[in-house]
């Protein structure tokens, strides 16, 4: 079973929706008459983003964008898009829907990316936040938990495309890896 290689959980569902809660709520204050476009990033983002928007109670717009990111444990250094917005943004709040901020490189990118596009602001809410990892001075706007400097999987975080659908975050087994 998939649990079974789970070392320890770090993050636990119930944890997570209460604070997919008051993010939604905060959300939904800050963006009061702004009508945000909510950017999902793939893949990692999507189970955040779907618990997330539950609690967001003005109107909003959901958009999805792929980036490169890691490749196992590794990072690739470089950032490509690889699947670019569907509509334009110019004028519009943006919300970045992100599953974890680690270095900040890719962060960094797309926010440049969304500037360029010409959009109005752009935020960027997280699920999780390393920051003993950071290597670019960035920081989300909105952080669900911050983490230490472990390699985490599930609620969308993958091992080699694997684990994203465990229902809480956690630390894989060391031999599952090595
Ligand atoms: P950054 O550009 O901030 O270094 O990396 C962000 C991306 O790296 C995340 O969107 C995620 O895909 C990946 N990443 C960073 N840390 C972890 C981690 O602990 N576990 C997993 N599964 N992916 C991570």
Redesign the pocket.
């Known amino acids: 079973m998939l649990a079974d290689n789970v070392e320890k959980i770090l993050i636990s569902e119930e944890e997570i929706v209460e604070r997919c809660k008051e993010l939604g709520k905060e959300i939904s204050t800050d963006y009061e008459g702004k009508d945000p476009i909510i950017i999902g990033?793939l893949k990692?983002s999507v189970p955040f983003m779907a618990e997330l928007i539950k609690y967001i109670t003005i109107d909003c717009e959901m958009e999805f964008m792929a980036v490169s990111?890691?490749s196992g444990t590794e990072?690739m250094g470089d950032?490509r898009i690889l699947k670019d917005l569907d509509r334009s943004i110019k004028g519009e709040n943006v919300l970045v829907v992100?599953?974890?901020?680690?270095?900040?490189?890719?962060?960094e990118k797309v926010k440049e990316l969304l500037y360029s596009k010409g959009a109005d602001s752009v935020k960027v809410v997280s699920l999780l936040d390393?920051p003993d990892r950071r290597i670019v001075d960035i920081e989300a706007e909105y952080v669900g938990f911050t983490i230490p400097n472990e390699?985490?999987?599930g609620f969308g975080?993958?091992?080699d495309q694997k684990y994203r659908n465990l229902p809480y975050v956690g630390v894989l087994k060391e031999e599952c890896y090595k």
């Open positions: 990033l990692g990111s890691y990072s950032v992100e599953d974890i901020v680690d270095t900040g490189k890719t962060l390393k390699f985490v999987i975080l993958d091992f």
